[in-house]
């Protein structure tokens, strides 16, 4: 079983360099989210899309794009990476949305930016 | 602005001691709340969940977590800690959107 799978698992960038963080799942969810995870803020989402061809924002989307074309994969795009964007990404998604909470969780790509 | 408060940010216990980590939240009217684990290298996992009725919701792995209304609270409670629950839990709150908004964290190291 696949679930959730996200890469690349570990990044390293330039400021100003740009990268996207891919994330798929294989279990025909609709809803797919993106978390960052910083020491001592815990998760925070960043875009979230509940199908194809709908995304929305989320606590923290400066900076972030996302695109959602199928249903199977959800990329995050860093279009000019800064420091602050420094974090640990997990991807997440559901077969019900947000509101039953059962996110099954990717295994975090970590991102630095010099 | 609507949060989720985890006041314990660090937790050191040693083997068969009871556990009571905290989690406030500031949302009004219904919510549903979760706690979730991240065991060391590990990605994030349910614990537990709570919708609605019996406030006191039990998990896996003998956790269990008591939702107060009047205290806008779900504190996760296990009697007696083994080694193995070492592990980073969070608490997180639905407000019946698509957003799942989680707390800070709480570290919890168990000593042997």
């Known amino acids: 079983n696949a679930g959730v799978t996200q890469t690349p698992k570990f990044q390293v960038l330039k400021t100003g360099q740009s990268m996207t963080l891919q994330c798929a799942q294989d279990?025909?969810?609709?809803?797919m989210s993106w978390y960052r995870q910083d020491p001592g803020m815990g998760l925070r989402l960043i875009h979230y899309s509940v199908g194809a061809g709908i995304t929305d924002q989320g606590e923290v989307p400066n900076g972030y794009n996302v695109s959602r074309s199928t249903t199977e994969d959800f990329p995050l795009r860093l279009l000019s990476a800064a420091p602050s964007q420094t974090s640990v990404y997990f991807c997440?998604?559901?077969?019900?949305?947000?509101?039953?909470?059962?996110?099954?969780f990717g295994e975090g790509s970590r991102l630095t930016v010099l | 602005a609507q949060s989720v408060s985890q006041h314990n940010h660090h937790v050191i216990l040693s083997e068969a001691a009871s556990l009571e980590l905290g989690c406030n939240y500031s949302?009004?009217?219904?919510?549903?709340l979760f706690w979730y684990v991240q065991y060391p290298g590990q990605h994030l996992q349910l614990l537990l969940k709570?919708?609605?009725?019996?406030?006191l919701v039990k998990g896996i792995k003998g956790f269990e977590a008591e939702f107060i209304k009047s205290k806008f609270s779900f504190n996760l409670r296990k009697p007696s800690v083994q080694w193995s629950d070492t592990a980073e839990y969070f608490c997180a709150v639905n407000r019946d959107t698509d957003k799942l908004i989680f707390g800070t964290g709480t570290r919890l190291q168990v000593f042997p």
């Open positions: 709570y919708f609605s009725g019996d406030p």
């Open positions: 279990m025909n969810h609709e809803y």
């Open positions: 997440a998604s559901s077969y019900s949305g947000a509101y039953t909470g059962e996110l099954f």
């Open positions: 949302y009004g009217g219904t919510v549903n």
